[in-house]
């Protein structure tokens, strides 16, 4: 959620640039920009100093399975699946809209947005039942949450 707050002042462009009608190509690229925003904040965050301000707050950070420096294809291992539904979403948003919904308009949740929330529920049951809290995505990178002092 501190990340969440983090990211607040991007949120306001975004209503601002919306607010001021840009021209629909500028409209395309800037959604496209916008839905990799956090998974850029978390990947460069994770790769040059192991957390984000939220983790920097909490108290903890990610870093290599052997304590080492979490390295940045590590870092772009642990955001590989969102990664990849942001791209399903980016594709399927696009096609819905300029193929079915000419005036615009977005489904409540569609397939892609199903399947993550899965995911999400599968990243959270494997931290609780696996050793050291590690998540699906840690697994798949390599990579452990630790604390740190303060």
């Not at 990340?3 to 395309?28: F, G, H, K, M, S």
């Amino acid at each position: 959620m501190i990340d969440v707050v983090a990211l607040l002042p991007l949120w306001r462009l975004d209503t601002l640039i919306w607010r001021a009608e840009p021209p629909e190509l500028l409209q395309e690229a800037w959604s496209i920009a916008y839905a990799f925003v956090g998974l850029g904040y978390s990947i460069v965050c994770h790769a040059c100093w192991g957390q984000t301000v939220g983790k920097r707050l909490m108290g903890i950070r990610v870093e290599g399975v052997s304590s080492e420096p979490l390295r940045f294809l590590q870092a772009v291992l642990r955001d590989a699946v969102p990664f990849l539904f942001v791209v399903c979403e980016v594709v399927t948003d696009y096609l819905e809209i300029s193929l079915f919904e000419p005036n615009g308009g977005r489904p409540e949740l569609g397939v892609v947005g199903k399947v993550y929330v899965l995911w999400m529920a599968a990243e959270f049951v494997t931290m609780l039942a696996k050793d050291r809290r590690r998540s699906v995505h840690d697994w798949m990178a390599g990579s452990v949450v630790v604390r740190v002092e303060r």
